[in-house]
């Protein structure tokens, strides 16, 4: 189908130490956020879905993947998700937005969600500050195509996203224990389907889709 629009999703994954206790719990939602948004690629037949995951630590910036069709998507596994060390937030958010901004360049029609999951505050970004993390977010968010939210644990959420100027409804809180971890999933998931149905009806990425 020649015009099919392109719906990415840019998932932004702490990989700090703290993420260690409920990582188990991480790996089976992103599986089971996978299969969400395959079966969404089945139903909304007019969409392509491509998955990009970065995760962060203290060891740097880590693409895991890139543009990956939802139909080859390779989930995060025991091996391949570490949590260790700090959280270089900032660094994380800027450096995957840039990066997935080039490679979209050229084309029109597209709708991007960028997803970060955090449980802790920025503490070792070395190359982005807040203002400009902040200022990216501003920008990119002036284009209707483009939409950001934030999910956390251990912060002041509604304080955080207000400071990056992510919407409050585009928040999700969630706790250590793997029964929030799996609800945060499946809360995420149920956006997925209502940003798919505005497409589907040929809307652009909008305020009016919370998570």
């Given at each position: ?20 206790m409920?990582?188990?719990?991480t790996i ?6 996978g ?10 037949k007019?969409?392509?879905y491509?998955v990009?995951?970065?995760?962060f ?19 995060i596994n025991?091996?391949?998700?570490q ?7 900032y ?16 084309l ?11 449980d802790?505050l ?11 993390t ?5 920008t ?12 956390g644990?251990n912060?002041?959420?509604?304080k955080?996203a ?10 999700i809180?969630f706790?250590?224990?793997?029964t929030s971890?799996?609800a945060?999933?499946?809360?995420y ?6 940003m ?16």
């Open positions: 189908m020649k015009d099919k629009k392109q719906l990415h999703n840019l998932i932004i994954l702490d990989e700090s130490g703290s993420m260690e409920i990582k188990e719990a089976k939602g992103f599986h089971s956020l299969d969400q948004i395959t079966a969404l690629s089945l139903e909304f007019n969409q392509d491509l990009s995951l970065i995760t630590n203290g060891y740097g910036v880590k693409l895991k993947l890139f543009n990956q069709p939802i139909a080859e998507l390779v989930t025991e091996s391949n998700y949590p260790d060390s700090t959280t270089p937030l660094d994380a958010i800027c450096k995957s937005v840039l990066n997935l901004k080039h490679e979209l360049y050229n029109k029609n597209y709708g991007v969600l960028v997803t970060v999951i955090t802790g920025e503490n070792s970004s070395e190359e982005f500050t807040r203002k400009e902040k200022h990216l977010i501003e990119m968010s002036e284009d209707s195509r483009w939409g950001f939210g934030l999910i644990a912060i002041d959420l509604e955080t207000q400071s990056l100027s992510i919407p409050l409804d585009r928040t809180e706790s250590h224990n793997d971890v799996s945060m999933f499946n809360r998931g149920k956006a997925q389907e209502t798919s149905r505005v497409f589907s009806c040929g809307g652009d990425f909008c305020d009016d889709i919370p998570f």
